[in-house]
């Protein structure tokens, strides 16, 4: 573990991160992808498990329904491509924070081309293009973890320090801690922002060292909220106009008892949504989507 900005950048940021947490889950735009046929046999697994690629398209549709509808983002499709069977995944492919977009370098090799089509997207929403090409540097959008204040970057089988350094680089304004990751894929597979300055953490020991880590790193005293399952703790949070803060979440029926510790945020606009197929091929709620504040001069 280590921290990437000193103290010193830190203080002459304070302003434009205040300006950030203010902001901090306003989206007006969604990047999705579409499933290909591939996902079921081709797509990267920790397990092998059956997917049932019809079902998974039945789920990611009515995610993508609930991105548009329900909350009222503008959501961008692009095409599923069968020689990616892990494109649906757009999570890993950008980092965008503000008016930049970070096109990183995936960690697994299959998965790299996944990036041409999320750079051409960014760039038709006018945003600040930097693109990871230093061929040592890897790095998964699935481990890094934006609080509105700083970056917690995780270092796992998909990212390595040189990759955590170019995000440091690219992100000026704010600090960037490290975190390692020792079981699950992604610092991400085990928590995720529930609000400003909340974290939702899965109750397991790494997710739980890893928190701990995360609150040695940082100067801010982040409140938390553990729930039961490590893969329920991966969820969305968006704080939007009309709605106030809005709370997207895996299903009683994959997660009954972290539902309940959902329930207990009573300011939060809270919906369900399933993820039973795409689960077995190692994706989450965060994955499927690249969420964007898009202003209006940019």
């Given at each position: 573990m280590?921290?990437?900005?000193?103290?010193?950048v830190?203080?002459?940021?304070w302003t434009?991160r205040?300006?950030?947490?203010s902001?901090?889950?306003h989206?007006?735009?969604?990047?999705?992808r579409?499933i290909?046929?591939?996902l079921?046999?081709e797509?990267?697994?920790?397990?092998?498990?059956?997917v049932?690629?019809a079902?998974?398209?039945?789920?990611?549709?009515?995610?993508v329904?609930?991105?548009r509808?329900?909350?009222?983002?503008?959501?961008?499709?692009?095409?599923?491509?069968?020689?990616?069977?892990d494109?649906v995944?757009?999570e890993?492919?950008?980092?965008?924070?503000?008016?930049?977009?970070?096109?990183t370098r995936?960690?697994?090799?299959s998965?790299?081309?996944?990036t041409?089509?999320?750079?051409?997207?960014l760039?038709?929403?006018?945003?600040?293009?930097?693109?990871?090409?230093?061929?040592n540097a890897t790095?998964d959008g699935g481990?890094?973890l934006?609080t509105?204040?700083?970056f917690?970057?995780?270092l796992?089988?998909?990212?390595n320090?040189?990759?955590?350094?170019?995000l440091?680089?690219?992100?000026?304004?704010?600090?960037?801690s490290t975190?390692?990751?020792?079981e699950?894929?992604?610092?991400?597979?085990?928590?995720s922002?529930?609000?400003?300055?909340l974290?939702v953490?899965?109750?397991?020991?790494?997710?739980?060292?890893?928190?701990?880590?995360?609150q040695?790193?940082?100067d801010h005293?982040?409140d938390?909220?553990?729930?039961?399952?490590d893969?329920?703790?991966?969820?969305?949070?968006m704080?939007?106009?009309?709605?106030g803060?809005v709370l997207?979440?895996?299903?009683?029926?994959?997660?009954?008892?972290?539902v309940?510790v959902?329930?207990?945020?009573k300011?939060?606009?809270?919906?369900?949504?399933?993820?039973t197929?795409k689960v077995?091929?190692d994706g989450?709620?965060?994955?499927?989507?690249?969420?964007?504040?898009k202003?209006?001069?940019i």
């Amino acid at each position: 573990m280590c921290k990437l900005s000193i103290d010193t950048v830190r203080q002459q940021h304070w302003t434009g991160r205040l300006k950030s947490l203010s902001g901090f889950g306003h989206y007006t735009h969604a990047v999705v992808r579409g499933i290909p046929a591939s996902l079921a046999g081709e797509a990267l697994r920790s397990v092998e498990a059956e997917v049932d690629v019809a079902k998974a398209r039945r789920e990611h549709e009515a995610y993508v329904e609930v991105l548009r509808t329900r909350v009222g983002l503008e959501v961008i499709e692009l095409p599923a491509d069968e020689s990616l069977p892990d494109c649906v995944f757009v999570e890993d492919a950008a980092v965008v924070c503000g008016d930049t977009a970070l096109i990183t370098r995936p960690g697994a090799e299959s998965r790299r081309r996944e990036t041409v089509a999320m750079k051409e997207a960014l760039k038709n929403l006018n945003l600040n293009i930097v693109e990871m090409t230093d061929e040592n540097a890897t790095l998964d959008g699935g481990d890094v973890l934006f609080t509105g204040r700083e970056f917690f970057v995780g270092l796992s089988k998909r990212t390595n320090q040189r990759g955590a350094e170019i995000l440091a680089d690219a992100f000026k304004d704010y600090a960037v801690s490290t975190v390692r990751v020792q079981e699950q894929l992604h610092l991400k597979s085990f928590c995720s922002m529930g609000g400003p300055g909340l974290i939702v953490i899965g109750s397991s020991e790494p997710a739980q060292k890893a928190l701990k880590t995360m609150q040695q790193m940082s100067d801010h005293r982040y409140d938390k909220l553990t729930v039961p399952d490590d893969l329920a703790a991966n969820c969305i949070y968006m704080n939007l106009p009309g709605k106030g803060h809005v709370l997207l979440h895996t299903t009683s029926e994959e997660f009954p008892e972290s539902v309940k510790v959902f329930e207990k945020l009573k300011d939060h606009m809270l919906i369900p949504v399933a993820n039973t197929e795409k689960v077995k091929v190692d994706g989450a709620l965060t994955c499927c989507s690249v969420l964007i504040n898009k202003k209006a001069d940019i």
